[in-house]
T-cell receptor
Framework: KAGVTQTPRYLIKTRGQQVTLSCSPI?????VSWYQQTPGQGLQFLFE???????NKGNFPGRFSGRQFSNSRSEMNVSTLELGDSALYLC?????????????FGQGTRLTVV | AQSVTQPDIHITVSEGASLELRCNYS??????LFWYVQSPGQGLQLLLK??????LVQGIKGFEAEFKRSQSSFNLRKPSVHWSDAAEYFC???????????FGKGTMLLVSP
């Protein structure tokens, strides 16, 4: 089985722009979560989608949004980029949000805001 | 609220020596516990997990971890470290049926020749 695929791997954007990141989960996995990783704050949960519905949301401003499609692929969008949004954005997929399942992570998208 | 503490930011171990990385968690019920490893510029790879049952769990790459409820700990161990184990290690906790994981700040493992 292919793993979690995130595209693109690297992005450089200018302050004020917007960006869309993509995540394709492992085949058959219906839950997709997004995390932001920075040296200062570590790994922080952004949001989780299951069957095209947002199930949970972390403590991030409304500039951060996401969605999930019927094939479980997910996108996250960040509008009006700020320098502090520079981070590694990680996507994780799980088979389903019930019981004994583990999250598998992608390689991440490295976003640099200049 | 759940939280995870990894008290050691950096650890240096000689190749061939044993390793123990500490993890303490705070959670009101029985947690789901995980250890992940991250190489520079890469994503997270799951080393092992604890959901229930035997408190000593085996993972990939020769790692093991022991869940100690009385100490709220889930320490990661390896009997003999290889240079390729140099990476950052993250402990994480989730609730049953979790939709979010709470991670520790990570421990950077350096392996000396």
């Amino acid at each position: 089985k292919a793993g979690v695929t995130q595209t693109p791997r690297y992005l450089i954007k200018t302050r004020g722009q917007q960006v869309t990141l993509s995540c394709s989960p492992i085949s058959g996995h219906r839950s997709v979560s997004w995390y932001q990783q920075t040296p200062g704050q570590g790994l922080q949960f952004l949001f989780e989608y299951f069957s095209e519905t947002q199930r949970n949301k972390g403590n991030f401003p409304g500039r951060f949004s996401g969605r999930q499609f019927s094939n479980s692929r997910s996108e996250m969008n960040v509008s009006t980029l700020e320098l502090g949004d520079s981070a590694l954005y990680l996507c994780a997929s799980k088979e389903e949000v019930t019981g004994n399942t583990e999250a598998f992570f992608g390689q991440g998208t490295r976003l640099t805001v200049v | 609220a759940q939280s995870v503490t990894q008290p050691d930011i950096h650890i240096t171990v000689s190749e061939g020596a044993s390793l123990e990385l500490r993890c303490n968690y705070s959670y009101g019920a029985t947690p789901y516990l995980f250890w992940y490893v991250q190489s520079p510029g890469q994503g997270l790879q799951l080393l092992l997990k604890y959901f229930s049952g035997d408190t000593l769990v085996q993972g990939i790459k020769g790692f093991e971890a022991e869940f100690k409820r009385s100490q709220s700990s889930f320490n990661l161990r390896k009997p003999s470290v290889h240079w390729s184990d140099a990476a950052e290690y993250f402990c994480a906790v989730g609730a049953r049926g979790y939709s979010t994981l709470t991670f520790g700040k990570g421990t950077m493992l350096l392996v000396s020749p």
